[in-house]
């Protein structure tokens, strides 16, 4: 599988953003889905993740109550809706797959948050 990840771009502290992540292949819903982000300067981190059939997701501590991710077995596709974002969300953002562990990363999308 291939992964294109898209929607990044510039918004105001408080805005809202949604990311996408289309596959390629027949595949997709025989994988875990995830986003993971890097800041300026900063290594790569989780974000947050979901399961092949959508039944339980997790995310990262910094992001809990205001990112939502989903996915579309049918369109092959992963979102990730940030919600009141901040300026420390700032990040170059990725989506990745795995059967269990992520082996499989899209090119990253640039999200931005001004303050």
């Known amino acids: 599988v291939q992964l294109q990840a898209s929607g990044g771009g510039l918004v105001q502290a408080g805005g809202s953003l949604r990311l996408s992540c289309a596959a390629s292949?027949?595949?997709?819903?025989?994988?875990?889905m995830a986003w993971f982000r890097q800041g300026p300067g900063k290594e790569r981190e989780f974000v947050a993740r979901?399961?092949?059939?959508?039944?339980?997701?997790s995310y990262a501590d910094s992001v809990k109550g205001r990112f939502t991710i989903s996915r579309d077995n049918d369109k092959n596709t992963v979102y990730l809706q940030m919600n009141s974002l901040k300026p420390e969300d700032t990040a170059v953002y990725f989506c990745?797959?795995?059967?269990?562990?992520?082996?499989?990363w899209g090119q990253g999308t640039l999200v931005t948050v001004s303050s």
């Open positions: 979901i399961t092949r059939s959508s039944s339980s997701t």
């Open positions: 292949g027949r595949t997709f819903s025989n994988y875990v």
């Open positions: 990745a797959a795995g059967p269990v562990s992520f082996t499989i």
